[in-house]
């Protein structure tokens, strides 16, 4: 049985390990570079932090992570509403479409109202699977808000 729980120091290399798996996987950010010292960095400031607006849940099966998710609060820019949204969501590739996902959405969802969130606004910015993601979150009654836009700059 899928198991969703924060994150700790133990996990790290295997956060690193799926980050690598998702830079590899996803069609916008492949063609870049990948510096796992950056993600492990990242975790360990992520798990140190004590402000109660960031958490890394990860999901476990049999003892092997199969997902993670990491979440952040932030205050709206205009005013004092807080809102949380995901730096990054991935589950291995053979577990999708079992309960990892949905344990770790609903698990962050309870996180970020606990920490005073008033809506949550997840993103699809890899381009991996758009379509069958976004009907994911429509399931779990998310609504479509927005667009992402991107330039390469290199190029323009």
């Given at each position: ?88 969501f991935y589950v ?65």
């Open positions: 049985m899928v198991k969703v729980r924060f994150a700790t120091f133990t996990d790290i290399d295997r956060i690193v390990e799926m980050g690598t798996h998702l830079h590899a996987e996803s069609p916008h950010y492949r063609d870049r570079p990948f510096d796992p010292e950056k993600v492990r960095a990242l975790a360990h400031g992520l798990l140190r932090d004590e402000s109660g607006q960031t958490c890394v849940l990860v999901a476990e099966l049999n003892g092997k992570l199969v997902g993670m998710i990491v979440g952040m609060i932030v205050a709206d820019w205009f005013g004092s509403s807080l809102g949380a949204t995901d730096l990054t291995d590739p053979a577990h999708r479409n079992g309960r990892a996902a949905v344990l770790l959405a609903r698990t962050m969802e309870a996180w970020a109202r606990d920490a005073g969130a008033e809506r949550i606004t997840p993103g699809i910015s890899t381009e991996l699977r758009v379509e069958s993601t976004a009907s994911f979150y429509e399931k779990l009654g998310y609504e479509p808000y927005g667009k992402l836009f991107c330039k390469d700059l290199k190029w323009a």
